[in-house]
């Protein structure tokens, strides 16, 4: 393995161990993006995807969060939708709607057009800007490194965009659910090696986004994302045990239980999730992540500290790491997502105190 800076900042790594820290560890799903001008200022010289696959690039927007607000981990700038576009699929980021897929995957057949990718080569620009954010850091703050769950890429890869019901990607399930199973396993194995050398690579941390797993029964969310989301975990800890991973099952309240069984270290809750609540179905079993309504960006600072106060109070003592729900939007004013993590520090130093 390569050899880095040593890290300065080690909160979110300790808490993810359930260790007490001095504060609590903060950063921002979606944290470099485009209501930052410095990343706006990025795109306009650059495409989406060039920036993903320049490794010099892709650091900068990395860091550039990082530059300006006290946070506690960095989040490597890509995306979710390289795995499907490894695994054979185009796919095009369309300016207001997001990622499409020109040409899904409307029948099992078309499964077909899949292909069993060489990770190491097809998502090698992934690793180069892990490496280069990493000494670019130089041990500021950990990297966190990600993939989407197996259902979240299926969703997109059935149905082809965005969409708020993903009619198409749930119906394949009732109509084709041994297809179905087939297609999250496969994309199960690619993200099992996508994520082992991300780690590999320099990730000190690796999230699991399943953004739509809050679309299923409870029954369909054991049958289609439990399986394959504990299989990920169980397969990188037995290369990477000492590597927390964090797993974001948005939506599925009815899942907290079964995911703190897991070998996930961490469960990020979204905003509509109560701290309190599943503080009592982890137990100890389960760091926790999260939770501020991203909308709390929109309030005055005063009312933001107030939204902060009560979320780190819903937490209390359980080791948690400060999040958003979900993630930043474009038209946050970058001075509030300041008031956030200043506010999840100053606020979770005076509670220790106390
Ligand atoms: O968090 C970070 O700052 C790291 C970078 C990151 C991006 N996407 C960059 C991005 C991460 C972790 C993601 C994950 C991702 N991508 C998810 C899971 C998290 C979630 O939000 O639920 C999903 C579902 C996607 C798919 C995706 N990519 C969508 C739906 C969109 C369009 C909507 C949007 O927010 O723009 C994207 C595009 C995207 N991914 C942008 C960024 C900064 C904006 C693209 C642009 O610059 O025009």
Redesign the pocket.
């Known amino acids: 393995m390569a050899s880095f800076p040593p890290l300065q900042n080690d909160r979110l790594l300790r808490t993810a161990r359930g260790e007490p820290t001095d504060r609590t560890p903060v950063w921002m ?6 209501y930052l001008p410095e ?1 706006r200022a990025i ?1 306009e010289e650059h495409g ?1 995807f060039e920036v993903v696959e320049t490794p010099e690039l892709a650091a900068d927007v990395t860091i550039q969060p990082v530059e300006r607000f006290a946070i506690d981990a960095a ?7 390289v795995v499907p576009e490894a695994m054979g699929l185009t796919v095009k ?1 369309v ?1 207001g709607q ?2 499409t897929f020109p040409k899904p995957l409307t029948t099992p057949a078309e499964m077909e057009r899949l292909v069993e990718p060489d990770v190491e080569h097809a998502l090698g620009h992934v690793f180069d800007a892990l490496t280069v954010t990493r000494h670019k850091l130089a041990g500021r703050v950990p990297l966190i490194g ?1 993939s ?1 769950a197996p259902w ?1 890429l299926m969703a997109y890869m059935v149905e082809g965009g ?1 969409s708020k019901s993903y009619r198409a990607a749930r119906r394949w399930l009732y109509r084709h659910p041994d297809a179905s199973k087939a297609l999250l396993q496969r994309t199960t194995d690619v993200i099992v090696d996508y994520l082992i050398r991300q780690a590999e690579a320099g990730a000190q941390v690796l999230q699991v ?1 399943d ?1 739509w797993a809050g679309l299923h029964s409870p029954e369909n969310f054991r049958t289609f994302c439990l399986p394959y989301l504990a299989e990920i975990a169980t397969r990188v800890k037995d290369v990477h045990s000492d590597v927390p991973l964090i797993v974001f099952a ?1 939506g599925a309240h009815y899942a907290l239980d079964a995911l703190a069984d897991t070998d996930y270290d961490v469960i990020s809750l979204d905003s509509t999730m109560d701290p309190a609540a599943a503080r009592d179905t982890v137990g100890d079993r389960a760091v926790l992540q999260g939770n501020l309504d991203p909308c709390a960006l929109y309030a005055p600072p005063d009312v933001l500290q107030q939204e902060v106060q009560r979320m780190l109070a819903g937490f209390g003592s359980h080791p948690h790491i400060g999040n958003l729900g ?2 930043m939007l ?1 038209d946050h004013d970058p001075e509030r997502a300041r008031v956030f993590v200043d506010t999840v520090h100053e606020h979770s130093q005076h509670m220790r105190a106390a």
């Open positions: 799903m979606r944290q470099a993006g485009r990343y795109r989406f989040i490597l700038f890509c995306d979710i939708m980021m300016s997001g990622p990600f989407g979240t965005g986004f953004s948005k979900h993630g474009p």
